[in-house]
């Protein structure tokens, strides 16, 4: 069976760092687009970052932008989550996700990912 597995997640205080990676069980996923999704207490599920196969192109959601780096190295077919200047409102469950369809685009939509792991927590006392 096909799984996702991040780790990484922690307490940190605010302004520090953290980076989660994110590794796939049962199958290969280096020419996939990966995506990072959270979830914080109460709300739904949002887009944070993106990265296509090659890495070449990269996508992130405004709240993120400047503070948060996704990165991926295929040889080790684990993507990254780099967070910096990490804020409060930061708080969540982290999940990583690959998209069974696409190389080379990214996208924002939760559906349009395929595979999903079970989540680290990250969270960010003030």
């Known amino acids: 069976q096909v799984q996702l597995v991040e780790s990484g997640g922690g307490l940190v205080t605010a302004g520090g760092s953290l980076r989660l990676s994110c590794a796939p069980s049962g199958r290969m996923f280096n020419s996939n687009t990966i995506g990072w999704f959270r979830q914080a207490p109460g709300k739904e599920r949002e887009f944070v970052a993106g990265?296509?196969?090659?890495?070449?192109?990269?996508y992130y959601a405004d709240s993120v932008k400047g503070r948060f780096t996704i990165s991926r190295d295929n040889a080790r077919n684990t993507v990254y989550l780099q967070m910096n200047s990490l804020k409060p409102e930061d708080t969540a469950v982290y999940y990583c996700?690959?998209?069974?369809?696409?190389?080379?685009?990214?996208?924002?939509?939760?559906?349009?990912?395929?595979?999903w792991g079970q989540g680290t927590q990250v969270t960010v006392s003030s």
């Open positions: 996700a690959a998209d069974q369809q696409r190389t080379v685009g990214v996208v924002t939509t939760l559906g349009e990912y395929d595979y």
């Open positions: 990265i296509n196969g090659l890495g070449r192109r990269t």
